[in-house]
C-alpha cells in the first residue's frame, strides 16, 4: 500500500521509517532508540540540519548519476510505503525501480564504505534498505553514493541484497517497540547514559527500593571510583614529572622521535565573573537556566 505524502498527513498517520531501523536493533548512538521513542511521545518531527538539507538537495543530481552510469530505468514519486501488515512500518524511497529499492546518499566519510558494487555500506545504510526492501517488497536495493572529500569527489554504487536473517529479527524489533514502547508510552531500555539522561530529565518520586542486582551495581561503580582517582593521581603524578623536567622546552625527545609537547597556545574565554558584575542586564539575556539531575554515589 502506497499514499501520497499528503494524504499520509491528511489521516494523521506516523509511523517507524527506514532511518530508524539502525537505532531500535541498537547500532547508532545519534540517532539511539530513545530519540526515535521521544520522537513520537513530544510529536516532534526528525532532526533537521544543514548536512541533511544539503544531501536532499543533491538527490535528483545522485540519482540521474546512478541512471546514466548503471542503464537502470528508476521512478521517482512522493509517496509513503506502508508495510503490508503493520500500518506503523513505513518508508519513502528515494527512487523505485520494477526489482530495487534505491537509496541516495551524500557523504564526508568515504571511509567508511568499502569497495565500489559490493554490499560494504555503513550498518545504518544497511538497516535502512533492508527495511526498505522489506516495506516496498523488493529483493535488491541500491545506494548511489557521492563521496567528497578533501581529494575530490567520487560517485559509486553499491549493490545489497535482501537479507532473510537479518530482516525478519528487525521486523519483530519495530513491531515490539511499537506495541511495548511506543503506543503504552513506556521507554524502552536506554542504550547509554546520554539515552537515559533523555528519557529521564527529571525526578517525580523519592526513591526506589534497590534489588540485589543493583546494589552489586553500587558497589562496583564504589570500587571503579577509587581505582579512576588513584588513576588520576598517578597520571597527574607522571605528567608533573615530565613538565618538571621539560620546563620552558616546547618538546621533549628521544633522538628524533617526539615524545611529549607542551606549547603555548592563545585561548580567548568570556569573563563571566566580569561580565556580570559589569553588565548584568546582559549578562542575564544570554543566561539560560536549565534543570539537571546529579547522580551521586553515597
Not at 518531527?45 to 542503464?71: C, W
Amino acid at each position: 500500500m502506497k499514499l501520497t505524502t499528503t494524504e499520509y498527513r491528511q489521516i494523521g498517520k506516523h509511523g517507524l521509517g527506514s532511518s530508524d531501523a539502525a537505532a531500535i536493533m541498537g547500532l547508532t548512538e545519534r540517532p539511539s532508540i530513545a530519540d526515535v521513542y521521544l520522537r513520537f511521545i513530544n510529536g516532534r518531527s526528525h532532526e533537521d540540519n544543514l548536512y541533511m538539507k544539503a544531501g536532499r538537495a543533491m538527490e535528483p543530481v545522485i540519482l540521474e548519476q546512478f541512471q546514466e552510469e548503471t542503464g537502470e530505468a528508476i521512478t521517482i514519486e512522493d509517496v509513503i510505503y506502508i508495510h503490508r501488515h503493520f500500518d506503523f512500518i513505513v518508508t519513502k524511497p528515494d527512487a523505485l525501480s520494477k526489482d530495487t529499492y534505491v537509496e541516495a546518499k551524500l557523504t564526508t566519510h568515504g571511509e567508511a564504505y568499502g569497495e565500489p558494487n559490493s554490499d560494504a555500506v555503513p550498518d545504518y545504510v544497511f538497516c535502512q534498505v533492508q527495511h526498505g526492501m522489506e516495506v516496498t517488497e523488493r529483493d535488491y536495493a541500491a545506494v548511489p553514493v557521492i563521496i567528497l572529500d578533501r581529494w575530490g569527489t567520487e560517485f559509486r554504487v553499491y549493490n545489497i541484497a535482501k537479507s532473510g536473517i537479518i530482516v525478519p529479527q528487525m521486523v519483530e524489533l519495530e513491531r515490539k517497540f511499537w506495541n511495548e514502547n511506543v503506543l503504552p508510552r513506556v521507554p524502552p531500555d536506554p542504550h547509554t547514559l546520554e539515552d537515559a539522561k533523555k528519557l529521564w530529565p527529571n525526578s517525580s518520586i523519592v526513591s526506589v527500593q534497590a534489588t540485589p542486582e543493583i546494589q552489586d551495581a553500587v558497589t562496583a561503580l564504589k570500587e571503579i571510583k577509587v581505582e579512576l582517582k588513584e588513576l588520576s593521581n598517578r597520571k597527574e603524578f607522571c605528567e608533573l614529572q615530565i613538565k618538571k623536567f621539560m620546563k620552558d622546552a616546547e618538546a621533549v625527545r628521544i633522538g628524533n622521535e617526539i615524545l611529549a609537547t607542551w606549547k603555548s597556545n592563545t585561548v580567548s574565554r568570556i569573563d563571566v565573573t566580569r561580565l556580570k558584575a559589569d553588565a548584568p542586564d546582559i549578562a542575564k539575556e544570554f543566561t539560560n537556566e536549565s534543570t539537571e539531575r546529579r547522580f551521586l554515589i553515597k
